[in-house]
């Protein structure tokens, strides 16, 4: 690994994963914690028609994808909270919707020549120097406003009610977290994809709730969590020349199945010294007169 960063790509895709790892592990904590994680794929999804749009307009992909996305987030986020019990069937439509604008204007778009599949399935070695600023740019605006609305946060993903009492302006920080949940999904689709960038979101936090004790700490355990998966899926990627978007998500799949192995075992340990406590403290039966 150490010599391929020798090649200017390979720099960039480090910095670019490790770009992504702060987004993903500050808004994924949000995502998983508020269980918003459907409402985050359908987001994703929709996003393949800010695609289409940057095409069939000729406009730059980040504005194309950025509108878009924005919009789909707005929309869905409004629904859920106006009618949740049926956020699931809008959230879907939007879905299918987003990405069939998004095929549709790609096949009027005339003479296209990129690579879709980069879209679909990301493709890290490609990111542009560019792209990092705008990814050192997002990952700058993710922290200041987590950091200022932290105890904020706190309140509304752990208790909605009480933060309404202190007084928490609930609906403009939803808004607010996923706005940033949509412009985060626009840059991290570089690097693992549509497709895939769901489980990069949710699959580090998941795993640091286990071991954190605070949100904070949770945060930062899927922040570095986030990075392992990708530095180690880059270099799994670059060595056996697979599809860089791939192999870090089966890196992070790896470490989720390999968590909950552990949990299993230590369940297992703590249920046979309980058994055997008990066994132990039982008072012996007097059998005979």
Not at 163 to 176: D, K, N, S
Not at 257 to 264: Q, V
Request: positive net charge; charged residues 10%; hydrophobic residues 60%.
């Amino acid at each position: 690994m150490i010599e391929a960063l020798q090649f200017e790509f390979m720099r960039n895709a480090l910095f670019a994963g490790l770009f992504a790892s702060l987004i993903c592990g500050v808004i994924g904590t949000f995502v998983l914690v508020n269980r918003l994680v459907f409402l985050t794929g359908g987001i994703a999804h929709a996003t393949y028609g800010g695609i289409g749009v940057a095409l069939f307009f000729g406009i730059p992909y980040v504005f194309g994808t950025l509108g878009f996305s924005l919009g789909a987030a707005l929309i869905m986020t409004a629904v859920t909270m106006k009618a949740p019990q049926r956020s699931d069937t809008f959230i879907g439509v939007l879905w299918a919707v987003g990405m069939a604008i998004g095929i549709i204007l790609i096949d009027l778009s005339p003479g296209y020549n990129v690579d879709l599949m980069s879209y679909l399935f990301g493709s890290i070695l490609a990111v542009p120097a560019g792209d990092l600023w705008w990814m050192t740019g997002m990952g700058a605006v993710t922290l200041a406003v987590t950091i200022y609305f932290y105890r904020d946060m706190i309140a509304i993903s752990y208790d909605v009610e009480f933060a309404r009492l202190r007084g928490v302006p609930v609906h403009l920080l939803y808004f607010l977290f996923m706005a940033l949940v949509a412009v985060s999904i626009v840059f991290i689709i570089r690097v693992v994809g549509l497709i895939l960038v769901i489980a990069l979101l949710s699959i580090p936090p998941y795993i640091a709730e286990k071991y954190a004790k605070s949100l904070g700490a949770m945060m930062v355990i899927a922040v570095i969590l986030s990075a392992v998966f990708n530095i180690t899926g880059l270099w799994v990627a670059y060595m056996l020349d697979l599809t860089s978007g791939a192999s870090i998500i089966l890196m992070a799949a790896a470490g989720f199945f390999i968590s909950l192995a552990i949990d299993l075992l230590i369940s297992r340990r703590r249920k046979r010294a309980a058994a055997q406590s008990r066994a132990e403290n039982s008072p012996a039966c007097g059998c005979g007169l």
